[in-house]
């Protein structure tokens, strides 16, 4: 029956998420360049859409004198996107394992930078879920009138990022499979609409038609164009760049060579979104167009050029779509942060655990809840959270500039002086934008992301602070080694009459690493029977390495199995191996000696994955299995830690 439960619960499991990858097969789960633009490239893709509008909201504040500078502005976003590639491109070569500015901060600024930019591309990340869905629900409320109300609307919301969680959780092949044609066919589209106005333009000259007029008049200004209503219009227009971020990020997550995948990819995105801009606004400004809410102005050249014809709701359709897969990217790029701040210690370690489609599926999770509980809180309102939008990005964008500049000043390589001048020039002006981002938007919200920011910074240094306490409470001393070796040499010597199979009970010891609780461990099994054998479930390759290595270094006697676990099944795989060894026969009971770290506090329990618990858990219907617990409490340096005498007789 247990064993009927457990198939059933596997091919339920398998149906979901798809079945495991193995660890040796993980070049095979990655994705190439094809793959890599709707991946990583869906936000940004889905930016340059409505960036135009972001622009004429501000420059026709001047009257129609404002369509003589969208272009010029158009092309001075241009001009910091080839900056910004440029910038991403050598931090792609330089960090291989991804970061993107995270690293490049940590590494050239200092950590309080490092964590700065990792703080504020994970509030980017979380509000870049929560505002495109939203966008794309409340844009679907004309056709949908059941999602007007506002609990409608938020429950649809969060199906929806359930939904994006659920495929990303099958690994990005899986998405990017899902995502290709809706956002190949909207790339196509929307060259096919910018091709065909500019042809139009040319043969014809710009004339609005009656069928897309706004109803709206242009108010006529005597103040004239300012350069702070220029640079608004500039910071408006550069959220066509959220989501460059993500292919540095994500730099393991393509094919081999990644390297050169990623920058591929993120030459691609940069050339889309140039050429894209530049069509749109010159479109824009020679029909004379007035972006108006609910009629945009993707949507009045979409009726323009094509009519309400099979390109149009094709254009249309793709571009709500692809609002959704939006949120695509920061499940892509998030994961692989959280990842690489947890190797460093600043987050809980389970985010670097791969899951079984070799995706970091407690990045997936975590954001899944925190941009529903965004989503809960704001009542599914895109115009209230979008004055948070962008900021993170632009902090990240100038801490990556300004970061690589500093190195690059420092070092003096080869053709120095250019790189340093672009380095500049992308880490300044996106500082100049983030600037005007928070002065503007200060009080309809910005604030709340100066706030969050140092708080999330302050729990970054805590996790890394509490991590070093229990590293430096768990390492193993001299001391203490010497004091396991003469425990088994004392009762290796009074058990010297019995023989070993006379023994009849037999406990394993699962291991993750050597460290003071498992020599108390060990200790407490070695006391009751010679039997004692410590396992270690393989799921990282090098992990294993540096067990194995430091098991021979102190030579430790107790015997050390390792289980390989291909699928990264931790729990599973022991048990298979406790069920080999209970089908032997060779032993009347079999006891599986638990190592459990006690922290301080009862609520720092949530940096550890657990898995303690859930093998206790998994054992309870086990009914020749027993369980027991060795908890540690961490104790200070100057008391002995590891009681060595405490152990009964044999």
């Given at each position: ?19 495991p ?11 190439g360049?094809?793959?890599g633009?709707?991946?990583f490239?869906?936000d ?16 026709l504040?001047?009257?129609s ?7 010029k ?8 996107v080839?900056s910004?590639f ?10 291989p ?7 490049i ?8 930078y ?8 994970t509030?980017?990340?979380i509000?870049?879920?929560a505002?495109?869905v ?11 009138p059941w ?6 609307k ?7 990022i ?13 998405s990017a499979?899902?995502?290709s044609?809706p956002?190949?066919l909207?790339?196509?589209?929307l060259?096919?609409l ?6 139009e ?18 108010a006529?200004s ?11 219009a ?13 292919v540095s ?10 390297q050169?995948?990623?920058i ?14 530049i ?15 609910g009629?945009t102005?993707?949507?009045?050249l979409g ?7 099979i390109p ?8 709500a779509?692809?609002l959704?897969?939006?949120s695509?990217t920061?499940?892509?790029g ?9 190797r ?6 389970y ?9 970091y599926?407690?990045g997936i ?5 925190v941009?529903?509980?965004l989503i ?11 004055p ?11 801490l990556t500039?300004?970061?690589?500049a ?6 003096r ?16 002006v ?12 200060f009080?309809q ?11 999330l ?6 996790i ?9 409470d768990l390492?193993?001393t001299?001391?203490?080694i ?13 058990r010297a ?16 690493d ?9 200790t ?16 990282d ?9 430091h098991?021979?270094?102190h030579?430790?006697e ?11 099944a931790?729990?599973?795989?022991l ?11 060779n032993f009347?009971t079999i006891t ?22 859930l093998m206790?858990?998994?054992?309870l219907?086990?009914?020749r ?6 908890p ?12 060595l005498?405490?152990t009964?007789k044999?």
């Open positions: 029956m247990a064993n009927n439960n457990r198939l059933f619960s596997l091919k339920l499991r398998t149906l979901i998420f798809g079945h990858l193995a660890t040796q097969n993980s070049e095979e789960s990655k994705v360049v094809l793959g633009v709707p991946v490239g869906s940004i893709i889905s930016s340059e859409g409505y960036a135009p509008d972001e622009i004429l909201y501000v420059l504040l001047t009257g004198l404002g369509y003589a500078y969208v272009l502005v158009s092309l001075a976003i241009v001009l910091l080839i910004i440029l910038v991403y491109r050598k931090a792609i070569q330089k960090y394992e991804g970061g993107g500015s995270y690293t901060a940590k590494a050239y600024l200092g950590e309080n490092g964590l700065i930019a990792g703080a504020s591309l509030l980017d990340y509000l870049t879920v505002v495109s939203s966008s794309a629900i409340e844009n679907l409320t004309g056709i949908i999602l007007a109300p506002t609990e409608h938020v429950v649809a919301d969060c199906l929806v359930l939904f994006m969680a659920w495929v990303n959780l099958r690994g990005l092949k899986e499979r899902l995502f044609v956002v190949y909207y790339i196509s589209t060259a096919l910018i091709g065909t106005g500019l042809v333009i040319l043969a014809h000259g710009g004339i609005m038609p009656e069928a897309v007029a706004t109803g709206q008049h242009i006529v005597t103040s004239g164009m300012t350069f702070f209503i220029l640079a608004r500039f910071a408006g227009g550069t959220t066509a760049l959220t989501g460059f971020e993500a990020n994500g730099v393991t997550a393509f094919k081999k060579p990644a050169k995948g990623a591929r990819t993120l030459l691609i995105l940069g050339i889309i979104v140039s050429l894209g801009l069509g749109l606004t010159y479109l824009a400004g020679a029909y004379h167009l007035v972006p108006a809410e009629n102005v993707l949507n009045q009726l323009i050029v094509f009519g309400p014809t149009y709701f094709i254009l249309m359709g793709t571009a779509a692809i959704v897969i939006a695509s920061p499940y892509a998030l994961p692989i942060l959280l990842s690489l701040m947890a460093d210690g600043y987050a809980p370690r985010f670097k655990n791969l899951g079984d489609r070799l995706v599926s407690a999770w975590t954001l899944f809840i941009s529903s509980v809960i809180v704001f009542h599914g309102d895109t115009h209230a959270m979008l948070l939008y962008a900021i993170g990005v632009f902090i990240s964008f100038s500039g300004l970061g690589l500093k190195h690059t000043l420092h070092e390589g080869e053709k120095w002086k250019s790189d340093f001048v672009v380095f500049c020039f992308g880490g300044v996106s500082f100049l934008v983030l600037l005007i981002f928070i002065i503007t938007k009080t919200g910005a604030w709340i992301i100066l706030v969050i920011m140092p708080l910074v302050i729990m970054f240094r805590g890394r602070s509490i991590y070093s306490s229990e590293i430096r390492e193993v001299p001391e203490a010497d004091a396991f070796h003469k425990h088994v040499t004392k009762i290796k010597r009074r009459h019995v023989e070993l199979t006379d023994y009849k009970n037999k406990i394993i010891v699962p291991v993750y050597l460290n003071l609780i498992v020599l108390e461990t060990l407490y099994a070695y006391a009751l029977t010679p039997q004692v054998t410590a396992v270690h479930v393989a799921s390759p090098n992990r294993t390495a540096k067990l194995l290595k098991w021979a270094e030579h430790i107790i015997p050390l199995e390792i289980v390989e676990s291909p699928y990264r931790t729990v599973q795989d048990l298979k191996y406790i069920d080999k060894v209970e089908k032997k026969g009347d599986v000696a638990i190592a459990e770290y006690v922290p301080e506090k009862m609520w720092q329990n949530i940096l550890h994955n657990q898995t303690g618990q206790k858990l998994m054992l219907f086990r009914k299995i027993l369980v027991t617990s060795v540690y409490h961490p104790v200070p340096r100057e008391v002995p830690v590891v009681n005498e405490k009964s044999s």
